[in-house]
């Protein structure tokens, strides 16, 4: 028997799990006070514990078990994991549970409802619609072995796509202290998400806000900035800053112009960027980007280079996009 949590781990307006396996409704039954769950919604209340907690729900019955969809405070999603641990569940990732389901169709359908925009939603839907296995039989019946090939190669450039068509891609904002990566985060998002202050060493976590680029989905994340310091909450935030490097899809480096550039610990999925270009001629980095988080400038370009990095070869209407890398 498995718990699988389906919505996003932290706060939300609703948790969604499944529980799956065998015994699932055996094991949800007990605990549950209202009409009997069938595959019509029900709505009633889930026992959390023994002392007679409860949580307003809806459920219904799948093919494969019982749908649990109820508030989405951090609280009560941990209640309903445990209750259901105490009975022997596993914890499993949704995205592994799904994939190992029959066919692409069923997996793209399972993904819809989490899209979170409209454009990686259309993209489920044509593959729902058979986008994939049709390019995969017209594939099959080339007789040409560059053109399939091509068209192969196409598919395996298409696949690390897959996983954010309902995960935003992760960007950290990185840098020296005070190179201005809160100013630039707010800029990005169009409201102040960090708090901006001229002292080095304001932002003590990782901050994050999300965003979409072109119809994808991004989270920027907001980092302490790097530099040596005998405060030991502000070098908490710096181990966190380096862990979220670890952790990106794209890390943007921010470079102050008016003070001395401190190099990037990390060597790849780099993108560079100056700012304050306010305060000084962007013309003495000719092949950098530059911004001013203060005015604007150039954000938007810098956004089109963050969406180039992530998504280098964008899908066309109705293109197959496999959820993992076909066999040759």
């Known amino acids: 028997m498995k718990i699988i949590r ?3 781990s932290g706060r939300g307006a609703v948790a969604s799990f499944l529980l799956c396996g065998e015994h699932a409704v055996d094991a949800f039954t007990p605990h549950w006070h209202g009409a009997k769950p069938d595959r019509s919604p029900r709505w009633g209340r ?25 508030h989405g405070g951090e609280q009560v999603a941990s209640a309903i994991e445990s209750l259901f641990a105490r009975h022997g569940a596993e914890f499993a990732n949704w995205q592994e549970h799904f994939a190992n389901m029959k066919s692409h169709q069923d997996l793209a359908l399972q ?20 986008a994939y296995e049709q390019e995969m ?3 099959e019946c080339l007789t040409d072995a560059e053109e399939k090939n091509r068209r192969l ?28 990566k809160s100013s630039l985060l707010n800029a990005i998002l169009g409201f102040q998400r960090s708090i901006v202050y001229h002292q080095p060493g304001t932002t003590r976590d990782v901050l994050s806000g999300q ?24 070098r908490r935030g710096i181990d966190r800053s ?87």
């Not at 993904?111 to 058979?130: E, K, S, V, W």
């Not at 395996?156 to 897959?162: G, K, N, V």
């Open 6 to 8: 389906l919505t996003p």
């Open 211 to 234: 965003t979409a680029l072109a119809g994808f989905p991004v989270t920027f994340f907001d980092t302490a900035g790097f530099r040596e310091t005998g405060n030991d909450l502000e």
């Open 111 to 130: 993904c819809l409802p989490f899209a979170p925009t409209q454009r990686t939603a259309q993209i489920l839907l044509d593959q729902y619609n058979g």
């Open 242 to 328: 380096r862990q979220s490097l670890a952790d990106a899809d794209l890390v943007v480096w921010v470079i102050d112009l008016t003070a001395e550039a401190l190099p990037c610990p990390v060597q790849e999925n780099v993108l560079v960027c100056y700012n304050k270009i306010d305060l000084l001629d962007i013309r003495e980095h000719p092949s950098a980007i530059g911004v001013s988080a203060l005015t604007g400038e150039g954000i938007e370009v810098l956004l089109e280079k963050v969406f180039r990095r992530l998504v280098p070869h964008p899908p066309g209407p109705g293109a197959a996009v496999p959820s993992s890398r076909p066999m040759r």
């Open 46 to 70: 889930l026992q959390l514990n023994e002392i007679g907690d409860c949580e307003e729900a809806v459920v219904y019955c799948t093919d494969e078990g019982v749908e649990i969809h109820t």
């Open 137 to 139: 039989s017209a594939i």
């Open 153 to 180: 190669a196409r598919l395996d450039e298409l696949a690390p796509l897959w996983k954010h068509l309902v995960e935003p891609f992760r960007v950290v904002l990185a840098g020296a202290a005070n190179a201005g």
